[in-house]
């Protein structure tokens, strides 16, 4: 039976493997070293991160990471809680945004796009990194995990820049055997 897939009305598609993809972000040691966060009702969070990981969950313009946290810290003000381990699961909004080019010297190629993590939808109601879900390992309730997320969500939308690691130059010429995962 023939493999079969849609382009989603874009001129031109690569796809890698996720394997390879998020073997480039461990050896290339890019993930951020954790974050913290005063979030709601001043509710302080941090927690280290792992690397983080590409999921074959997204779709399209969606881009889903799973971020595995180590030592989350959760601070009521008369109450600290820690875990041991955590996970995250964030949606992150993509776009392919047109690379400033020096029309002169590249008047005979063809326009370069970037793909960029959208910063906002145009009408500032969808966030562009949303997280949803956490999971905390051992004996955490769901006013924990919500906290967790709702820090880590605010913490996102203001280092949106550290998702540039994941588009970094990855050698996209590997054939794809039919049943694998890819992005």
Wanted: with cysteine; aromatic share 6%.
């Amino acid at each position: 039976m023939p493999l079969t897939t849609t382009a989603r009305g874009w001129d031109m598609v690569s796809s890698i493997h996720i394997d390879t993809l998020n073997e480039a972000i461990v050896i290339g040691q890019t993930t951020p070293d954790g974050f913290s966060q005063l979030g709601d009702d001043d509710v302080s969070v941090s927690a280290d991160f792992e690397p983080w990981q590409i999921s074959p969950d997204g779709d399209g313009k969606i881009l889903t990471l799973d971020m595995d946290l180590n030592d989350l810290t959760i601070d009521y003000g008369s109450k600290v809680k820690k875990f041991a381990k955590a996970t995250a699961r964030v949606d992150v909004r993509l776009d392919l945004l047109p690379l400033e080019q020096d029309t002169a010297k590249c008047a005979a190629m063809p326009k370069q796009t970037m793909l960029l993590v959208l910063d906002t939808d145009g009408d500032h109601k969808t966030l562009p990194a949303r997280v949803t879900g956490v999971e905390i390992t051992g004996g955490s309730g769901i006013m924990d995990e919500g906290y967790a997320g709702a820090a880590l969500q605010s913490w996102l939308q203001d280092n949106l820049v550290r998702f540039t690691h994941i588009f970094a130059a990855i050698t996209l010429y590997r054939t794809v055997e039919h049943g694998e995962d890819f992005a």
